[in-house]
């Protein structure tokens, strides 16, 4: 039994969908490649940030024909979520999403800075936002979705701190049954 399995994570550009096909299938072909595994919503270091429903739905269908065409060769096709809070903070991309996603709350670091590029995770409208995420790329029946690991306690991107937007701060308070400003942190 074989106890290794090789996963190679690619990223996967839908405008140039031909070119990273057939480098997809050059590398599988070559290597003993138990699994892929495609980062999305964007391309790792070069994303802006949280993918919008219609750059999804371009990328969902890109990936659809890659994703049968593994499958019939006996490699299983995967999703690696690289963003599902965001911490877009690689140099020389667009840094600010509040223009592209204007429904969420923000969230809010301890200094009482308002982040420009995550939303708070208590935040319903981008729960909805992700959970549709999810549910476009679980349309292509991965065989497994890994979460990266900017979901964290504390919101990466600008703040490197937890959310103590309102919301949040009376869910810690009425959790720990401590009020705010009372050494709660
Ligand atoms: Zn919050």
Redesign the pocket.
């Known amino acids: 039994m074989n106890t290794v399995r090789y996963h190679l994570r690619l990223t996967f550009d839908p405008a140039r969908r031909e070119a990273e096909t057939r480098g997809v299938f050059e590398m599988v072909e070559r290597a003993a490649v138990d699994e892929v595994m495609f980062f999305v919503p964007h391309a790792e270091e070069r994303s802006p940030g949280l993918g919008t429903a219609a750059e999804i739905a371009v990328q969902v269908e890109a990936l659809g024909p890659v994703f049968e065409r593994l499958r019939g060769m006996g490699v299983a096709p995967s999703i690696n979520m690289w963003w599902t809070l965001s911490f877009s903070d690689f140099p020389n991309l667009p840094r600010d999403q509040r223009g592209t996603f204007p429904g969420f ?1 923000w ?2 670091g301890l200094d009482g800075r308002v982040s420009r590029v995550a939303a ?4 319903p409208a981008w729960r909805g936002a992700v959970a549709e995420m999810y549910a476009a790329y679980a349309s292509l029946r991965p065989e497994r979705i890994w979460m990266d690991d900017d979901v964290r306690a504390i919101v990466r991107a600008d703040l490197h701190s937890p ?3 309102d ?2 701060l009376a869910a810690w308070c009425e959790k720990t049954g401590r009020r705010w400003g009372a050494g709660i942190f």
């Open positions: 709350r969230a809010v708070c995770p208590r935040d959310c103590v937007c919301v949040c």
